[in-house]
T-cell receptor
Framework: DSGVTQTPKHLITATGQRVTLRCSPR?????VYWYQQSLDQGLQFLIQ???????AKGNILERFSAQQFPDLHSELNLSSLELGDSALYFC?????????????FGPGTRLTVL | AQTVTQSQPEMSVQEAETVTLSCTYD???????LFWYKQPPSRQMILVIR??????QNATENRFSVNFQKAAKSFSLKISDSQLGDTAMYFC????????????FGTGTRLAVRP
């Protein structure tokens, strides 16, 4: 158990819908990262937040957005869903001292768009 | 931009034998970190081993060790005394900089350990 929690574990929805994925980082970790794992794109970085502020953006579609709240949990919002958005979405967190380069991954949310 | 290449999509090894997974990367950064992550059928991403680029000594973690060749930009993972529980996807990953940054992953190598 990495200490990072993600809900829900599985999500099945239809094209055109909107979903929200939730992540709680390890206690004390200020950085949260979102990654997408799909069959055709592999593991890709989407976005990073640090203490409530967006720090870096990767290959994140405009239909996707994220935020990090004062209690440090983060949400990834996916809208106007397409079949190609079906993937495993990971959240990871990293400490601010010590091994700050180490990222601890949550169990992921499996999104299926029908 | 950084790239990470894993040229072995699949590998197989007999239980108790040794196997080496290959990884090469391309970067112009001088300060970076390299990682191997394991993803078993449960899909959980588990950190196996980490290497700081400024350290010449190869990292080891129990049965797992790396061969880090900085000039060649090569970072291979050796698994000794392979166990059935080592069956998983293995991802090589790169992180630049001295502070928390994103991970850039390779495409992965699927390892099967045969009984």
């Amino acid at each position: 158990d990495s200490g990072v929690t993600q809900t829900p574990k599985h999500l099945i929805t239809a094209t055109g819908q909107r979903v929200t994925l939730r992540c709680s980082p390890r206690s004390g970790d200020l950085s949260v990262y979102w990654y997408q794992q799909s069959l055709d794109q592999g593991l890709q970085f989407l976005i990073q937040y640090y203490n409530g502020e967006e720090r870096a953006k990767g290959n994140i579609l405009e239909r996707f957005s994220a935020q990090q709240f004062p209690d440090l949990h983060s949400e990834l919002n996916l809208s106007s869903l397409e079949l190609g958005d079906s993937a495993l979405y990971f959240c990871a967190s990293s400490p601010t001292s010590g091994n700050y380069n180490e990222q601890f991954f949550g169990p992921g949310t499996r999104l299926t768009v029908l | 931009a950084q790239t990470v290449t894993q040229s072995q999509p699949e590998m197989s090894v007999q239980e108790a034998e040794t196997v080496t997974l290959s990884c090469t990367y391309d970067t112009s950064e001088s300060n970076y970190y390299l990682f191997w992550y394991k993803q078993p059928p449960s899909r959980q991403m588990i950190l196996v081993i980490r290497q700081e680029a400024y350290k010449q000594q190869n990292a080891t973690e129990n049965r797992f060790s790396v061969n880090f060749q900085k000039a060649a930009k090569s970072f291979s993972l050796k698994i000794s005394d392979s166990q059935l529980g080592d069956t998983a996807m293995y991802f090589c990953a790169f992180m630049k900089g001295s502070s928390g940054d994103k991970l850039t992953f390779g495409t992965g190598t699927r390892l099967a350990v045969r009984p």
